[in-house]
């Protein structure tokens, strides 16, 4: 079962095989994939819960610790999924690739990581649309306040907004995850090619 599934991974892709079958190997496996890492993805989500609620339910002037936050989360989850990922045996060990291979092949692994960044961006806008609805009424409201209107937020919403702050949040730590294949296809396929190139340069 394993040299079937290193059969798979160890490949020589290009660049659009690497997104095509990194997202396909993810959506194969994502039931699996999401039994091993459910506790990670909603500690996740209640981290990005408290990063969303406080520029919007405590105050505007904690934007920026919030943006540092929810960077945080992103590559703390990054880290310890993939290392649940090598754990199971999803991934498989490839090696280590020196960083002069990576440079060899930076267009390449560029590429995939741009477009992973683009399919990560759309999908986060379309999970928070909610989300970014109850920050846009919440900040309407307090606008308001400090304008000396009365408070026009029922006081139900704190606690809506907080919900729909972890459902969102635990949506993408699957839409993060899901990065995580293609760029490990791009290491595989990094680490084949070098292999290939020591040989050929050995055989010289």
């Known amino acids: 079962m394993e040299k079937e599934q290193e059969n798979i991974l160890m490949k020589i892709r290009s660049s659009r095989a690497c997104l ?27 981290l990005a819960a408290v990063a969303s609620a406080l520029p919007v339910l405590v105050s505007p002037a904690l934007t920026l610790p919030s943006m540092l936050l929810a960077t945080i989360c992103v590559i703390a989850l990054l880290w310890v ?19 002069a291979a990576w440079l060899r092949h930076l267009g390449p692994v560029l590429l995939v990581g741009t477009v992973c960044l683009f399919i990560v961006a759309m999908l986060t ?4 649309l909610p989300t970014i609805i109850m920050m846009a009424a919440n900040w309407q409201s307090e606008i308001g306040v400090l304008n000396g209107d009365p408070a026009g937020m029922p006081s139900y919403v704190f606690w809506l907004s907080i919900v729909a702050f972890l459902i969102a949040g635990f949506i993408q730590a699957y839409v993060w995850t899901s990065v995580l294949f293609p760029l490990y296809l791009s290491r595989c396929s990094i680490a084949m090619q070098e292999r290939d190139r020591q040989k050929f340069i050995t055989n010289i």
Do not use: C, E, M
Request: proline content about 6%.
């Open 125 to 128: 806008l379309f999970t928070a």
């Open 20 to 46: 095509g079958d990194g997202y396909q190997l993810f959506s194969a496996n994502f039931r699996v994939v999401f039994r091993r890492t459910w506790p990670v993805a909603l500690v996740f989500a209640v």
């Open 81 to 99: 999924v993939r290392h649940i990922l090598y754990k199971y045996k999803f991934f498989l060990p490839t090696g280590p690739v020196k960083a």
